[in-house]
């Protein structure tokens, strides 16, 4: 699996003004089944074929454009309780549930986690949910009721969910009437927020609407588009002719994989910058070589390894701009310090939040201040049996 570049890797200007967005709150993403195609899920078209070929054993469908997912679920809900049929057949053509999630997945999960961003989506899969679970739990909203009770950072799935078929959006008139909270939301965040829309090749009716009206009242709508294909297939398109003016530093033509590793690495180089630059007593080469073995991380293996040492941090809250973070690293410096390590070979992060400093292993736990003695006490055992387990 593609695990990304390292931290220190340089990103795009475009990057680095969206990671501004981010730190100040005011960033979202909105992601298709595009980038879920990795994962061995099947393209509009290709469902589309499998969907048509399942009704053609049930009397009366009949469809002129199998490989058009709208018609065929069009064609396929006309039938007497047609669309429940098809919200609960479609689900069984791909493994929706149970796709292996790739790097996009994992660091849209790890960046919601973080607080860096909302995160919207149309696809079915719950694959985002699934690639941090074990780990923090990441909620989702799929129905009216949970997105008026769900707290904090959470996933609002607008098209709804493989987990709960009755709330899949699937036949141009359910993409045309969208309930009223997908559209209260979609219209909330795009109001507030610059929006990047990733994997999104078809824009449905109701979202369509929305970015038109914007587009009229704010320069842009202060879109950005992320496709690989988007220069060669921009003319002609569908979004062009939503925002025919978007200036085309703001279609980025980038993997959904490359783009959000490229912002992953640009949020958590923040922290790096504070540790080299930190109010210490500590002299630089100590301060320098721990920053040197953290970059040696990909933003994917960085975020893992913070949000695994901490103890009482909630999803939404992130680690990465809590001073923690930087003292728990500024740490790591005062032991390689106390060995007389000035080396960065001498220094080296290891998985399950760990740090080898020459032949000493040093295991971090990054408490809150809320947290009690007890509870640093049972965590640090915890961790100890872990650390004994893997042995």
């Known amino acids: ?131 941090w679970r074990e780990f923090e739990h990441i909620q989702a909203a799929r129905n009216e009721i949970e997105a008026e009770n769900l707290r904090g950072q959470f996933v609002l799935k607008l098209h709804g969910c493989c987990t709960q078929v009755d709330t899949l959006l699937i036949t141009s008139d359910q993409l045309h009437d969208a309930p009223l909270w997908t559209k209260i939301y979609f219209q909330a965040e795009l109001d507030r927020t610059t929006m990047v829309f990733v994997g999104i090749g078809d824009v449905a009716d109701y979202a369509q609407k929305r970015i038109t009206e914007l587009a009229g009242l704010v320069e842009h709508a202060r879109v950005r588009l992320v496709s690989p294909g988007i220069a060669r297939h921009w003319q002609g398109s569908e979004w062009e002719k939503l925002l025919p003016n978007l200036p085309e530093a703001r279609r980025i033509a980038k993997t959904a994989d490359d783009f959000l590793d490229e912002l ?47 103890v009482g941090w909630k999803v939404g809250e992130s680690i990465v701009r809590a001073p923690a973070a930087a003292s728990a690293l500024e740490a790591v410096g005062l032991l390689a310090r106390c060995v007389g390590s000035t080396d960065v070979a001498d220094i080296r992060f290891v998985p399950a939040s760990a740090v080898l400093v020459g032949n000493e292993r040093l295991d971090l736990l990054l408490c809150v201040d809320r947290e009690t003695p007890r509870d640093i006490e049972n965590a640090a055992a915890e961790r100890a049996r872990q650390v004994a387990h893997r042995l």
Request: proline share 6%; hydrophobic share 50%.
């Open 1 to 131: 699996m593609n695990t990304g570049q390292r931290l220190d890797t340089p990103v795009d200007a475009a990057i680095a003004l969206l990671g501004a967005e981010a730190r100040d709150g005011r960033l979202a993403i909105c992601a298709g089944a595009g980038i879920s195609i990795p994962a061995g899920l099947p393209d509009g078209p290709e469902l589309a074929r499998r969907l048509d070929q399942r009704f053609q054993r049930v009397t009366g469908y009949q469809c002129a454009t199998p490989d058009d997912l709208l018609s065929v679920a069009d064609a396929a809900a006309g039938l007497p309780d047609g669309l429940a049929a098809v919200q609960r057949l479609v689900v069984e053509l791909a493994p929706f549930s149970e796709a292996s999630p790739q790097l996009a997945h994992r660091l849209l999960a790890l960046l919601l986690a973080e607080g860096a961003l909302r995160l919207l989506l149309t696809n079915w899969d719950d694959c985002v949910e699934r690639s």
């Open 264 to 310: 992953a690495r640009e949020w958590v180089m923040g922290l790096v910058a504070d540790v080299k630059s930190a109010p210490t007593d500590l002299p630089a080469p100590w301060l320098n070589a721990v920053a040197e073995a953290f970059v040696c991380f990909t933003s994917v293996q960085a975020l893992t390894w913070l949000r695994r040492a901490t």
